[in-house]
Each structure stands twice: as structure tokens, then as C-alpha cells.
């Protein structure tokens, strides 16, 4: 089992910056992804930014250029660094691991989530 804690979240005007943190406890493969999705109520939750344990990033069309993700493997941490923030950008952040199921195999993988923060941006 893996379990995830973010933190970071809050009330922004429009242009400010922010930064979200996740702490990942538990046993992480190899082969993971780590990242962040976020979600409006009602609506489907939509990727933000993964980051690999290869390095590869991906990253929401609507966020590119804005956001960075990034990891620490050593502590088991994803961070997402937000820019010019826009009132479109509120939302509650997910962080995610995607992982497989069973250490030295690549499939079937797992998706672990953490209960979100919520991130605000006032125009």
C-alpha cells in the first residue's frame, strides 16, 4: 500500500505562484510515475503533470509553460510549481502514483491517490 499526503494548497489571486507538495509513504516500485491531477466538482479529473522514475514528463495542454513537476526520490516527494495562476487553474490537486502491482514486473499497475488540496485562484 502506498499512501499520500499533499500539502501547499490555498487562496491565490490571478498571476501568483504556488507550490504543491506530496508525501509518498509505502513501497514504490520501479517503473512508476508520479504526478498530479486535479478536479472541478462535477467534472472529470484531468492530468496536470506526471514525471517518471525515467525522467519523461507530461504535462495538461493548459498547463504547459506554467507548471513544473518535479521529485525527489530519495524522499519519496512530488512537488508541482505553479505560475501565473488563472482563475481556470482552481481546482482541487490530486497527487498520484502509478505503479505496479507486483516489485520486478510492469504489469498490471496500480493507481494510488490522496485526498487533494484544494487550490483557489481570484481574478
Known amino acids: 500500500q502506498v499512501q499520500l499526503v499533499e500539502s501547499g494548497g490555498g487562496l491565490v489571486q490571478a498571476g501568483e505562484s504556488l507550490r504543491l507538495s506530496c508525501a509518498a509513504s509505502?513501497?514504490?516500485?520501479?517503473?512508476?510515475?508520479m504526478g498530479w491531477y486535479r478536479q472541478v466538482p462535477g467534472k472529470q479529473r484531468n492530468l496536470v503533470a506526471t514525471?517518471?522514475?525515467?525522467?519523461?514528463?507530461h504535462y495538461g495542454d493548459s498547463v504547459k509553460g506554467r507548471f513544473i513537476v518535479s521529485r525527489d526520490n530519495a524522499k519519496n516527494m512530488v512537488y508541482l510549481q505553479m505560475s501565473d495562476l488563472k482563475p481556470e487553474d482552481t481546482a482541487v490537486y490530486y497527487c498520484?502514483?502509478?505503479?505496479?502491482?507486483?516489485?520486478?514486473?510492469?504489469?498490471?499497475?496500480?493507481?494510488?491517490w490522496g485526498n487533494g488540496t484544494l487550490v483557489a485562484v481570484s481574478s
Open positions: 514525471l517518471t522514475s525515467g525522467g519523461r514528463t
Open positions: 509505502g513501497d514504490i516500485f520501479r517503473d512508476n510515475s
Open positions: 498520484n502514483v502509478n505503479m505496479p502491482m507486483r516489485s520486478g514486473t510492469v504489469l498490471p499497475r496500480v493507481n494510488y
